[in-house]
């Protein structure tokens, strides 16, 4: 494989990324067969594996760890922190005492004494970033971690991290890791641009749109939409598999699948630094390997412009982030008393 840079931090990685979480009891339960995926990947030139403490709470980081034994040096490992790990309110978010923590506890799991790479896996609007970054940059202080990274963070709060960082003389995050592929294309207009002005790399996730881009979800045919545990309502979206549909036609006049189409155009954007790959079989990792050379001409991409318009979407995708004022309805509707005209 030919190695990027990750933003200007130096560090070399491949266009692919091996993501964990589907490894574990939400995906596959099974730790050898993980292991040997791990393995498989690492052999055919990935070198990074990107995980969480919450994917199926820490076991994907116990099965990484596993992997990665007498191969650690090899590998940029990245993790992240800030979703629920527990039911205590303090066992989750940006806050320095949960975040000290969670990496302490994913270092054990990992059996690792650092990180190449600490993201903080959401937003969180009632913690002041200089809060978050002043403890992330203890963390790298202490040797802990090499750089920080954020993921699925509006571009405004991208912007608002990297000026407080600068008037603080903290670290800055290197890294974001938005959702991106040919039916979410969203970031194209704002979180790309502004991740390549603040020299951040950006590992995208679910550039398979969660599934609808493999060509098993099609228009008219009944689909499992809770598969792995969870509610995929975008996967009966109309609007979506109309635009699969002609995805699926166009991969064929081009004479690939669509899998490899897609992971061809998310790694094609020149803001894009590598994908994430997320395969819970071996059948599922072989085939994403066999497209890891694939490349799109101009044409095939201003076809697919033609499909889903760049900087933008088809329907929604159910995992993406909303900010609260998007899902609080009190954040954008006046009080019963306010809306009359003055």
């Known amino acids: 494989m030919k190695y ?21 009891a939400v995906g596959n339960p099974d730790h ?11 052999d055919a030139g990935v070198n990074v594996v990107d995980t969480a403490d919450f994917y199926s709470r ?9 992997a ?27 806050s320095r005492r949960w975040l000290v923590r969670a990496l302490d506890d994913s270092l054990r799991r990992l059996q690792t004494d650092h990180v190449d790479l600490f993201q903080i896996h959401r937003p969180a609007p009632d913690t002041d970033v200089e809060e978050t970054l002043s403890a992330l940059s203890d963390l790298v202080r202490a040797g802990k971690v090499r750089s920080i990274g954020t993921s699925t963070f509006p571009a405004s709060d991208i912007v608002e991290a990297q000026w407080v960082a600068e008037r603080r003389g903290l670290e800055r995050f290197r890294s974001e890791q938005p959702p991106y592929s040919i039916l979410d294309r969203g970031i194209e ?7 390549e002005r603040y020299g951040m790399g950006t590992l995208v996730w679910s550039p398979l749109a969660q599934g609808l881009l493999t060509g098993r979800y099609r228009k008219g045919q009944q689909t499992d939409s809770h598969r792995a545990g969870f509610g995929f309502r975008h996967l009966s979206d109309e609007r979506r598999l109309d635009a699969v549909e002609q995805l699926i036609s166009l991969a064929q006049e081009a004479g690939m699948s669509l899998t490899h189409l897609a992971m061809a155009f998310a790694i094609t954007h020149p803001g894009v630094t590598c994908a994430i790959v997320g ?33 933008t979407g088809v329907g929604t995708l159910d995992a ?8 609080h309805p009190r954040l954008r509707r006046r009080l019963p008393d306010e809306r009359s005209a003055t």
Do not use: W
């Open 32 to 42: 050898d067969d993980c292991v040997r995926m791990i393995h498989k990947a690492l």
């Open 68 to 94: 990665l034994k007498g191969r650690r040096d090899d590998v940029v490992l990245a993790t992240k922190a800030h979703l629920p790990m527990g039911d205590d309110p303090n066992q989750q978010g940006n």
């Open 320 to 327: 993406a982030y909303n900010p609260p004022a998007i899902t």
């Open 189 to 195: 207009r704002e979180v790309l641009p502004v991740c």
């Open 4 to 24: 990027r840079t990750l933003g200007r931090t130096g560090i070399k990685v491949s266009p692919y990324c091996l993501g964990a979480m589907m490894f574990g």
């Open 279 to 311: 395969p819970r079989t071996m059948e599922h990792l072989d085939d994403l390997l066999a497209g890891a050379k694939t490349t799109l001409t101009d044409d095939l991409l201003d076809r697919i412009d033609a499909i889903v318009a760049p900087g």
């Open 58 to 66: 820490g076991e994907s980081e116990e099965i990484v760890g596993k």
